[in-house]
């Protein structure tokens, strides 16, 4: 079946420091969304790729969907302790069936 | 504005017993599903429904039983509890099934003793 794969599994920066997550499918997607999860809290959609070398900013947040939409990067520019959380890549396996990648969890020393 | 209200927040079962998880969403959303989320891992689908009166397995069904009582409801059942289902559970719900994102329930929190 498919899956998504997400590197790094931790990823601890000072506060002020970039900050990249990579997500890979082993099948090519029809688009892939991007998660965020607050300590304690549930998934929050942040948005949605679907067009291939699609590029889409969000503030500080850069998120980009590959050429042969096989994989997606999600960059924090000059991260802030408020982006403390885990962030997760899915992609559908079919209409219905999201698959979430293991998620990378983000760590800011203030 | 509740969005998706799941219930209880928190359980704790004993091997064996039955129970089930209630969720609702108030956004007319055709679509509903149940995640798993164990430590340190990924969620993982369990059963969704694509339209009311419709459900089929996810990826972790075994074990699980779904009912999608009505547009705003679709509960999750364990029918014999066992301790590899501790886990948090989340149901999430969208407007249809590519193209829109999920909005998340708070979760339950279920421990299997």
């Known amino acids: 079946g498919q899956q998504v794969m997400q590197i790094p599994q931790y990823q601890h920066v000072q506060e002020g420091e970039d900050f990249t997550t990579y997500c890979n499918s082993s099948t090519t997607l029809s688009n892939i969304q991007w998660y965020k999860q607050r300590p304690g809290g549930h998934p929050v959609f942040l948005i949605q790729?679907?067009?291939?070398?699609e590029v889409k900013k969000q503030k500080r947040l850069t998120f980009q969907f590959g050429e042969a939409k096989k994989n997606s990067s999600l960059h924090i520019t000059a991260t802030q302790t408020t982006d403390v959380g885990t962030y997760f890549c899915?992609?559908?396996?079919?209409?219905?069936?999201?698959?979430f990648g293991s998620g990378t969890r983000l760590l800011v020393r203030p | 504005n509740a969005g998706v209200t799941q219930t209880p927040k928190f359980q704790v079962l004993k091997t064996g017993q039955s129970m089930t998880l209630q969720c609702a969403q108030d956004?007319?959303?055709?679509?509903m599903y149940w995640y798993r989320q164990d430590p340190g891992m990924g969620l993982r689908l369990i059963y969704y429904s694509a339209s009311e009166g419709t459900t089929d397995k996810g990826e972790v069904p075994n074990g699980y039983n779904v009912s999608r009582l009505n547009k705003r409801e679709f509960s999750l059942r364990l029918e014999s509890a066992a301790p590899s289902q501790t886990s948090v559970y989340f149901c999430?719900?969208?407007?249809w099934g590519q193209g829109a994102g999920y909005t998340f329930g708070s979760g339950t929190r279920l421990t299997v003793v």
């Open positions: 999430a719900s969208s407007a």
């Open positions: 899915a992609g559908h396996a079919s209409s219905y069936k999201l698959i």
């Open positions: 956004m007319n959303h055709n679509s």
């Open positions: 790729l679907v067009k291939s070398g």
